[in-house]
């Protein structure tokens, strides 16, 4: 069973997705989907071989994705955009969604990247709760 990695470029609707093997030497497959959880999952599922890495820019859709492609069972890891930006700047002459994913595909499998702490569901709604309360209330106190 052949050791894969792969690079997800997410966009609001379609999400590019670029697997290559532990070898680096070819890509397995790349694809367009709907950037959905079970979609991705999905897609990544049907080839043969286990994954080491998946890796996703931190975004706005992120947190979604990474809680879902986790909960399928996918080792997927959320990179900060700064080291992805600057690698697929290096390695890519024109700037288009497949070469972004393609880029993301080589740095998950280098391992030369840093990975951002998703915070929970839980824990957003908990902090989303603090910061919604009103903040003048103890000022007419005094």
């Not at 052949?2 to 093997?21: H, Q, R």
């Not at 071989?49 to 069972?73: K, M, N, T, V």
């Not at 700047?89 to 700037?95: D, E």
């Not at 969604?97 to 280098?110: F, G, I, K, W, Y």
Request: glycine share 6%; net charge positive; hydrophobic share 40%.
């Amino acid at each position: 069973m052949p050791i894969l990695y792969s690079g997800l470029d997410v966009s609001l609707e379609l999400t590019i997705i670029c697997v290559i093997t532990a070898e680096g030497s070819s890509i397995l497959k790349e694809a367009k989907v709907a950037s959905d959880p079970e979609a991705i999952s999905s897609m990544l599922l049907e080839l043969d071989g286990s994954y080491e890495r998946i890796g996703l820019e931190a975004r706005p859709l992120s947190q979604w994705l990474f809680f879902g492609l986790r909960d399928a069972g996918l080792p997927v890891c959320c990179i900060e955009t700064r080291h992805s930006k600057a690698v697929i700047a290096a390695t890519s002459l024109n700037k288009t969604d497949r070469n972004d994913a393609r880029s993301m595909a080589r740095l998950v499998r280098s391992g030369w990247f840093k990975t951002v702490h998703v915070k929970s569901v839980e824990s957003q709604e908990l902090r989303r709760a603090v910061r919604g309360r009103p903040t003048g209330s103890l000022s007419r106190c005094w």
